[in-house]
């Protein structure tokens, strides 16, 4: 099984399962990130450059870092130092990021996670609830291709209950160095190669990469029987393998009538999810994304046995025995 991160302030981020679909709307539920009920509402901490322990190996970005035990005291407050410094876009509260990572004890140097022997790098948001406190405020500002060592206090990261999981005490410091390899916000569209839409039996899709809302033209025929997942921007990154969680912007609409029923773009929002998960909900999306490009903008159109069904959300524009149609760009994913 895939380990969890353990940065995970209490729940994951926006987890959207399409359960509860409405009629057209550019913020209908489950795209937003939820944040936690227990989530830290103290103002923001003081940032130091010190102390921090000195990183002994591995000091290139992307490489994994070996890290000496922290000497003394740490402080109080938040720790940050800038290791190499990036020259990418800049990274805003609420963006969400994709980054490597080492965590380790300060007392002890006892490392407790990593995303550099998973080979997967963490998709999080920079949000409250979503992501411990000492992240959020020491990673705000910085700049993509950026690697970042800090040192934080508990209270900024499990609190006094600690994170027995993962050996953490209520009164450790915790040390990280991340690698920030990418950031995406409500704007990020895919920026893949655009693929011939030739087959005049299926919608066709907008290939802007603005942000904004790819228009979809639903032909005035019988929709296909069978799945169909085809690249309209085509991206260079790595397949989605079907244990992964996406994050993406979407949007859904009835092949009869072409009508939206949800979406991100637009919406000030992305939509992160589970493959796993979606496939319990929607299996024709979870199929169809499946063995997909990062980066790439896919049109999936899915037959009502893989959709809804007989039984689809309730209030909504999607029928019994609806085909559904999705745009997905795929912008990352775990």
Excluded: H
């Excluded at 070996?66 to 800049?90: F, M």
């Excluded at 993509?144 to 209520?170: C, D, E, H, M």
């Excluded at 589970?274 to 896919?298: F, H, I, N, P, Y």
Aim: hydrophobic letters at 35%.
């Amino acid at each position: 099984m895939r380990r969890r991160s353990l940065l995970l302030a209490a729940v994951p981020a926006g987890l959207v399962t399409l359960a509860g679909c409405g009629d057209d709307s550019s913020d209908s539920g489950g795209a937003a990130a939820s944040p936690s009920p227990s989530a830290s509402s103290a103002p923001p901490p003081k940032i130091v450059d010190g102390p921090l322990p000195a990183v002994t190996a591995g000091t290139r970005f992307g490489e994994k870092p070996t890290v000496a035990k922290g000497t003394g005291e740490p402080s109080k407050n938040l720790a940050v130092k800038p290791l190499i410094a990036g020259s990418g876009r800049t990274i805003a509260e609420n963006d969400f990021i994709r980054a490597d990572y080492l965590g380790q004890i300060w007392s002890t140097a006892k490392v407790f996670d990593n995303s550099y022997d998973r080979k997967r790098p963490l998709v999080m948001q920079l949000a409250q609830g979503s992501i411990i406190d000492g992240w959020r405020y020491a990673l705000a500002g910085k700049k993509t291709g950026s690697r970042v060592q800090i040192a934080v206090p508990p209270a900024l990261g499990y609190g006094k209950q600690g994170n027995a999981q993962a050996g953490i005490k209520g009164t450790d410091t915790l040390v990280f160095v991340i690698d920030l390899i990418e950031s995406y916000n409500s704007k990020s569209s895919a920026q893949g190669k655009q693929v011939p839409q030739t087959d005049a039996a299926l919608p066709k899709v907008g290939t802007n990469t603005d942000g904004q809302v790819p228009k979809v033209t639903v032909p005035r025929t019988d929709p296909p029987k069978k799945l169909v997942s085809a690249y309209v921007l085509e991206g260079d990154g790595p397949e989605l393998k079907a244990d992964q969680t996406v994050l993406c912007q979407f949007q859904g609409l009835v092949w009869d009538g072409g009508k939206t029923f949800q979406r991100t773009y637009g919406s000030g929002r992305l939509s992160q999810f589970g493959l796993e998960q979606m496939r319990q909900a929607v299996k024709g999306l979870a199929d169809g994304l499946t063995g997909k490009k990062v980066g790439s903008r896919v049109l999936i159109v899915v037959p009502p046995e893989l959709g809804y069904g007989d039984n689809p959300p309730s209030g909504g524009v999607i029928k019994k025995g609806s085909t559904l149609v999705f745009t997905v760009d795929i912008l990352a994913a775990m």
